[in-house]
């Protein structure tokens, strides 16, 4: 059985003893808040990790987009939520490929994208269940609760979709001060509340409220709103969910790469620039060997500053943790699962690259 001193560089390992300990965490608080789990899978894009972490309690996926899905549905996933608007015939054909081989629900705001999906669907004789998309002062997709409830009433009366209730993701609280994050997932919550209450005004039955990230679901929980978090990221996580506060979570992911030059004590170079990394949130954060960390990132290199440590030579090992993991493994294809010092099994990211 290999090591990861065995694997070529870069490569990404995953501690499956973190994992599990970060998905067992996430399902037990969801349970206890009487919230059912759906985690995202956009960081990870692996089939065998969303599967996962379903057996370690989650209800089913989310996902950012429909060729996502797809590639989830094909590996077996067969309760997939799209939390994303779908729009135009290519991907809303893709969306109906996806409805075949799982139970789908996908999120829309707006009355012309939900009949062509409705046409779509009813044509291939399938349905999709929809998400009305609330705007929680993300500002980005999403209407306002007032508008909410004519499109239930669309949704209602469209043969090839079903009304499962209301969308609201709160990705402007992630970075805040936590005294502001939790104030402003409580407004947030009052959004989707005010929503919820105008919809069922208005006949409809509202049996889903999904939204949640990983950087607040500890507040969002506590609000009482939610019927379901989509929180999924905090399974790996990394230096952006720790500086978001996140806590009890512990290391999942990491990026190891070879020192490829060590010509002066005080700097060297590895093979994990920002090809290998992604950079756009910040720099990976050097766990091993101690005494080093990441000054900068070119495209093919990791320039090193020595910090107390014993100088390194060609052909050592280092170990980091990713800045923000969406950013790192869409670039990889093979998670490589460890336990206890030993390669345990290779997990193709089949969803690298799936942006459409």
């Known amino acids: 059985m290999r090591t990861p001193r065995d694997l070529d560089t870069p490569a990404l390992l995953l501690d499956l003893d973190a994992l599990e300990h970060n998905a067992r ?3 037990t608080r969801c349970t206890a808040s009487g919230v059912a789990w759906r985690p995202h899978v956009k960081a990870s894009k692996a089939p065998a990790l969303a599967l996962r972490l379903i057996e370690a309690g989650a209800v089913g996926i989310t996902c950012a987009k429909a060729s ?16 994303n608007e779908v729009v135009g015939a290519t991907k809303v054909d893709r969306l109906i490929e ?5 139970n789908l629900c996908v999120a829309a705001d707006d009355a012309t994208n939900i009949r062509e999906i409705a046409t779509a669907a009813a044509a291939a004789g399938v349905v999709v269940d929809v998400l009305v998309d609330v705007d929680v002062n993300l500002n980005r997709c999403g209407v306002t609760p007032e508008e909410a409830p004519p499109l239930c009433d669309l949704v209602a009366e469209l043969p090839g979709v079903r009304l499962r209730g209301l969308m609201g ?11 502001e994050k939790e104030r402003e997932t409580a407004v947030s919550a009052a ?9 069922e005004a208005s006949g409809h039955t509202i049996g889903l409220l999904s939204g949640g990230g990983s950087g607040n679901y500890r507040y969002v929980l506590e609000q009482g709103v939610l019927t379901e978090l989509q929180a999924g990221g ?3 996580m990394d230096v952006t969910y720790e500086e978001m506060g996140v806590d ?5 992911l990491s990026l190891i790469s070879q020192v490829v030059s060590a010509a002066n004590p005080h700097r060297a170079a590895a093979d994990a620039g920002w090809k290998a990394s992604g950079r756009h949130t910040g720099l990976p954060e050097v766990i091993s060997p101690p005494g080093w960390r990441c000054a900068r990132l070119s495209a093919e290199h990791m320039s090193l500053a020595r910090e107390g440590g014993d100088p390194l030579r060609a052909g050592d090992r280092i ?27 290779e997990w193709p990211i089949a969803g690298a690259g799936a942006l459409q």
């Open 25 to 27: 965490l996430m399902a």
């Open 68 to 83: 996502e899905a797809l590639v989830m549905a094909r590996s077996g996933v067969r309760d997939i939520l799209i939390a």
């Open 98 to 102: 996806v409805a075949r081989l799982a």
């Open 169 to 179: 993701y709160e990705g402007h609280v992630m970075h805040m001060p936590e005294d």
């Open 191 to 199: 959004i989707l509340a005010r929503a919820r209450d105008l919809c």
């Open 234 to 236: 905090a399974v790996l």
């Open 248 to 252: 009890g979570h512990r290391r999942a």
């Open 319 to 345: 170990e980091a943790i990713p800045h923000y993991s969406d950013s790192t493994v869409l670039l990889h294809r093979t998670i490589y699962a460890c336990r206890g010092g030993r390669v345990i099994e």
